[in-house]
Structures are given as structure tokens and as C-alpha cells.
């Protein structure tokens, strides 16, 4: 080989060493960029400041790693990439199980050719003797479209006395621009993905399509007075669960006299029997009240016929026990949850080997409930006197012991009373087994409004945040039931619209409702 070709082959191989050096370093950064957010998610989760980040707040930091993950790959596969061209080799195409599209799924195929079919030794036009297929998922930006609706008129060319038309469909809005679909799509885009009115007019406006978000709450208030009876027959059947769940959270609303907001609360009423594996049907129910005081809960749970809540130790489910009822007075039954995050705080920041040791038995009882979950409640039960008495037990002398020997004046004596103070109520998942550890049902359906309360800022007025509650109830039981809401609620309305008879309005409830055969399929 001549100098020149071996100047030739230096400079190639230096170029190929260089992209390999600069693929390399990209790897290297997106790797430290993926480690920084893994450790801001572990400071996140179980950092100091608290016990951990709601769900979807850990989700936030989870997904900014996934996406360095995606960052990090890419980079990988670049620099394997390189090194095997330098060695003169064909990279492999990589192997990855996309998973299985849902059949429903409207399916557009292309078929690529190769440049040429004819054999390349000359034999001639070669056959074909398979093919290689993939499935990836595309989509189509929302599109929306004009529904045109034609009621042709028909006449007698003999009298012309007779003219025939068919009659006009109800609609929520009459001789307005929106369908039914498109009013429960707004409505689960702002209840259910937390998608303000605004922010929602702001898409339409992508389309050309200039609606403002008063428009857009006049309609979605009409829809409201057409599901009231739904929400009524709701907490019908609510009033009759024998055991419900109850939390609340602050929900602000606009006071025009002042130009400020005021403190509502949204209290959630919750029924789900499927930890026990009940056949009642799930429900949450929202309830606005422009306060936090004892008289809220004491009204809207009256007629309730349940004798058993699980809340949170507020004092004001304290007053529930004293309220007369027909099938007797409250059980209340507390969160052990609210208990573990007391102590996981002293743990955090005070390194206490008392709330470590806590932390370690409250375990064990989470151990247990996770192996009960979903069976019986006479099997559940039955394993929990098994496994969970002699725990709990041992747990409150040990307490009792505890409190004797550290600072009565410290937050963990503080801790060991508060536990000890609401006892009966922290052990009455062992006499019933129905009952749950915590209140993490009704927890759950709580977030949801508080990520909508985060982008919406406020309601406009306390019948705004009354309609609020009832709708976020509707679109909460669809989730819980396995429904899409916006079908749910568009099929709903057209229903109530031509005359659904309100003695068969059990037909109408989210647990009843049939998925349309397209996306069941």
C-alpha cells in the first residue's frame, strides 16, 4: 500500500474514531443527566420534608427519567452504531416488543418495494416468498366535524293538505352549535384530565374555531341540569353502603365583594367494595360546603344508613358518633396511614429507633392486607386474627412503655398519644372484615381535584363549585367502573334527551354501562 492510501485509510480512521468519541460523550452526558433526576425522584419520594410526594407528583420526576432514558438510548445505539461501522460490520436491527395494538384500531397499510425484483445474476424476475410486518401507532390530531342534520318534507300533490316531517331530536342545547359528544368531551377534558375552560378554547382556536369559555361553561351547565337526576339515583345508592369512606380538601371560590377567594371544601363521600370483593358498585360522591365545621358532614350524611366510616382522626367526624340514627350511631374506623406518616417524620428527621420500629410493625400489617385483598371479608377476617392480633396485641403496650420513657414535652410523645388516643377506632379492621386499613379509596379520588383546583385557581361562585362537585363526581365512578366518561355521558344525555322513563334510570348508572362494540372489540 502506497502512502497516499495509507494517509487515506489514517485520515478515515481518525474521523470514524472522532464520531465515535463524540457519540461516546453524548452517552456520557445524557447518563449523568438521567442520574441527576433519578436522585431529584429519591429526594422526591423519601426525602426529609415529608413522608413521600402523591403519586402524581412522583410520576412528574418519573417520567423526566423515562424521557433522559429515551435520551440515553438513542445515544447508545448511535455509538454501538459507529463502532461497528468502523469494524466494518452491519449494526443489527434492534429487537423490541411494541406490545399489542387494540384491534378496534382503524389499520392503514403501505407496502415498500424493493428498487428492483429482477435477480441480480441475471435469472430473471424473482418470487416473492414472504414478507416482514410491523404495527406502529400513529395518530390523527382531534379533528372536529359538522354533524348536518336533514328533516326532508314531504306533501300530498293531490290536497296539499298533508305535509309530513319528521320531528327535531332534542338536544341540550337547542338550536345550538355543539352535539352531546362534544359537550361531554369538554367536560371530562376540564373534571377529568383538569383542562380549564380557557386552556380549552385556546385548542379550539388551533381549528379555526373561536369559542370563548363562557360559551363553553353555558354549555356544560345545561348538560349539568340534564344529569342531575343521575347523580341523585348516585347517592341513592350511596345512602345504602354499610360502610363509606370520607375525606375533604380545600376547594377555593372567588368572593367578589372582597376581589379575593374565600376556603370552601369539596368532602368526598366514597364507596368501593372490591378490596373485599363486594358487589356494590363503586361511587364517589363530591359535596361542596363553604366550610370545614362539624354541621357539614353532620348534613349531607344524613340519611346515610351505614355504620360504618373510615376517615381521617378530624374532629369533626368526632360528632358523627353522636348523631341519631335508625341503625345506630357511627363506628368510625381511623387511617393507619395518618399514623404511619407521624412516624415516618420522626424517623426522617430525628432518626428515632422507636418510629423505626413502629414503621417496621405498621408493615407487617400492610403485609397482611396485601396478601387479604380482593378475597372474602369472612377469609379476610379470619386471616387477620390469625396474623394481625398478636401484632397489634403486643403493639400498644410496647407503646404505652415507650411514652413512660422519653420527654412527655417530644414530638414523638406527642406521636405515641395521638395513636394511643384513637386506638379502638385504629383496631376495628380486626372485628369486620370489610373495613380497610386507611382511607386510601377516598384519598385517591381526592388528588384528582386537586389537580384541577391547581390549574383552574378557583370556582366563580359557590353554585359553580356545587356544579363542580357533581360533575367530578360523575366522571371520578366512570373511572372507578372502567368506563370511558365521555361516552358514558354522551350516550347519557342522548338517552335522557328522547324520554329514558326515570323508573329505569338504573340502566343510566356508570356501572351499568355497556362500552360502545368498537372499542370493545
Given at each position: ?7 487515506r485509510?489514517?485520515?478515515h480512521l481518525?474521523a470514524?474514531?472522532a464520531?465515535?468519541e ?7 452526558e ?11 425522584s429519591?429526594r ?6 415529608s413522608e413521600?410526594?402523591?403519586p402524581?407528583q ?10 433522559a432514558?429515551g435520551v440515553?438510548?438513542a445515544?447508545q445505539?448511535?455509538?454501538e452504531?459507529a463502532?461497528?461501522?468502523a469494524?466494518?460490520e452491519?449494526p443489527p ?9 387494540p384491534?378496534?384500531l ?6 415498500i418495494?424493493?428498487?428492483s ?7 430473471g424476475?424473482?418470487a416473492?416468498?414472504g414478507?416482514d410486518?410491523?404495527e ?5 390530531p382531534?379533528?372536529?366535524?359538522v ?17 309530513v316531517?319528521?320531528h327535531a331530536?332534542?338536544?341540550?342545547v337547542?338550536?345550538?352549535l355543539p352535539?352531546e ?8 377534558s376540564?373534571f377529568g ?6 386552556r380549552q ?5 388551533r ?14 351547565g345545561?348538560a349539568?341540569f340534564?344529569l ?13 353502603a354499610?360502610?363509606?369512606?370520607v ?5 377555593p371560590?372567588?368572593?367578589p365583594?372582597r376581589?379575593?377567594t374565600k376556603?370552601?371544601f369539596?368532602w368526598?363521600?366514597v364507596?368501593?367494595?372490591r378490596?373485599h ?10 359535596h361542596?360546603?363553604p ?5 357539614h358532614?353532620l348534613?349531607f350524611?344524613?340519611?346515610?344508613r ?12 368526632n360528632a358523627?358518633t353522636g348523631m ?13 396511614t395518618?399514623?404511619?406518616r ?17 414503621l417496621?410493625?405498621i408493615?407487617l ?13 369472612a377469609?379476610?377476617?379470619?386471616a387477620?386474627?390469625e396474623h394481625a392480633?398478636p ?6 403496650p ?13 414530638q414523638?410523645?406527642?406521636?405515641i398519644?395521638?395513636?394511643?388516643a384513637?386506638?379502638?377506632g385504629l ?11 386507611d382511607?386510601?379509596?377516598?384519598e385517591?379520588?381526592?388528588?384528582p ?8 385557581l ?12 357533581m360533575l367530578?363526581?360523575l ?7 372502567g ?10 344525555l342522548?338517552?335522557?334527551l ?12 356508570p356501572?351499568?354501562f355497556?362500552q360502545?362494540?368498537s372499542?370493545?372489540?
Amino acid at each position: 500500500m502506497d502512502a497516499n492510501a495509507l494517509s487515506r485509510e489514517n485520515a478515515h480512521l481518525k474521523a470514524r474514531l472522532a464520531e465515535v468519541e463524540a457519540a461516546l460523550a453524548e452517552v456520557q452526558e445524557a447518563n449523568r443527566r438521567l442520574e441527576d433526576i433519578l436522585r431529584s425522584s429519591q429526594r422526591a419520594q423519601f426525602g426529609k420534608s415529608s413522608e413521600k410526594l402523591s403519586p402524581d407528583q412522583i410520576n412528574l420526576a418519573l417520567e423526566d427519567a423515562e424521557f433522559a432514558q429515551g435520551v440515553l438510548e438513542a445515544a447508545q445505539e448511535k455509538a454501538e452504531a459507529a463502532l461497528q461501522r468502523a469494524r466494518g460490520e452491519t449494526p443489527p436491527k434492534p429487537a423490541r416488543n411494541r406490545g399489542h395494538l387494540p384491534p378496534h384500531l382503524p389499520r392503514i397499510e403501505r407496502v415498500i418495494e424493493p428498487a428492483s425484483t429482477l435477480c441480480p445474476c441475471g435469472c430473471g424476475e424473482m418470487a416473492r416468498i414472504g414478507e416482514d410486518i410491523s404495527e406502529r401507532l400513529d395518530v390523527i390530531p382531534a379533528q372536529f366535524q359538522v354533524l348536518v342534520t336533514r328533516r326532508p318534507k314531504y306533501a300530498c300533490r293531490r290536497c296539499s293538505q298533508a305535509v309530513v316531517q319528521a320531528h327535531a331530536p332534542e338536544h341540550v342545547v337547542p338550536g345550538g352549535l355543539p352535539t352531546e359528544r362534544l359537550i361531554a368531551w369538554i367536560m371530562v377534558s376540564k373534571f377529568g384530565d383538569h383542562l380549564p375552560f380557557y386552556r380549552q378554547a385556546g385548542i379550539f382556536e388551533r381549528q379555526g374555531l373561536h369559542l370563548d369559555r363562557g360559551t363553553l361553561g353555558n354549555w356544560v351547565g345545561r348538560a349539568c341540569f340534564h344529569l342531575m337526576p343521575v347523580v341523585d339515583h348516585m347517592r341513592a345508592h350511596l345512602r345504602g353502603a354499610d360502610r363509606i369512606f370520607v375525606d375533604e380538601t380545600r376547594a377555593p371560590v372567588l368572593d367578589p365583594g372582597r376581589k379575593a377567594t374565600k376556603s370552601g371544601f369539596f368532602w368526598a363521600v366514597v364507596s368501593d367494595d372490591r378490596g373485599h370483593g363486594g358487589a356494590g358498585p363503586p361511587i364517589v360522591l363530591f359535596h361542596y360546603a363553604p366550610g370545614r365545621g362539624k354541621q357539614h358532614p353532620l348534613k349531607f350524611l344524613a340519611g346515610y344508613r351505614g355504620r360504618f366510616l373510615q376517615c381521617d382522626a378530624y374532629q369533626s367526624y368526632n360528632a358523627m358518633t353522636g348523631m341519631e340514627r335508625d341503625n345506630g350511631p357511627w363506628q368510625l374506623v381511623y387511617c393507619w396511614t395518618h399514623v404511619r406518616r407521624r412516624f415516618v417524620k420522626r424517623f426522617e428527621n430525628e432518626g428515632s429507633p422507636i418510629a423505626e420500629e413502629m414503621l417496621r410493625q405498621i408493615a407487617l400489617l400492610y403485609q397482611i392486607e396485601k396478601v387479604v385483598r380482593g378475597k372474602l371479608p369472612a377469609d379476610r377476617l379470619a386471616a387477620r386474627r390469625e396474623h394481625a392480633t398478636p401484632i397489634i396485641a403486643a403493639l400498644k403496650p410496647w407503646l404505652e412503655v415507650q411514652l413512660s420513657r422519653i420527654p412527655q414535652k417530644s414530638q414523638l410523645a406527642e406521636d405515641i398519644r395521638y395513636t394511643l388516643a384513637h386506638w379502638p377506632g385504629l383496631i376495628r379492621f380486626l372485628e369486620n372484615g370489610t373495613l380497610e386499613l386507611d382511607t386510601n379509596p377516598v384519598e385517591n379520588q381526592i388528588r384528582p381535584i386537586a389537580l384541577t383546583r391547581k390549574n383552574a385557581l378557583f370556582a366563580g361562585n359557590e353554585v359553580g363549585a356545587e356544579n363542580w362537585a357533581m360533575l367530578a363526581s360523575l366522571v371520578a365512578t366512570c373511572k372507578m367502573s372502567g368506563v370511558n366518561p365521555v361516552d358514558y355521558i354522551s350516550t347519557t344525555l342522548h338517552a335522557i334527551l328522547e324520554g329514558h322513563p326515570k323508573a329505569r334510570i338504573e340502566e343510566l348508572m356508570p356501572w351499568s354501562f355497556a362500552q360502545p362494540s368498537s372499542l370493545a372489540a
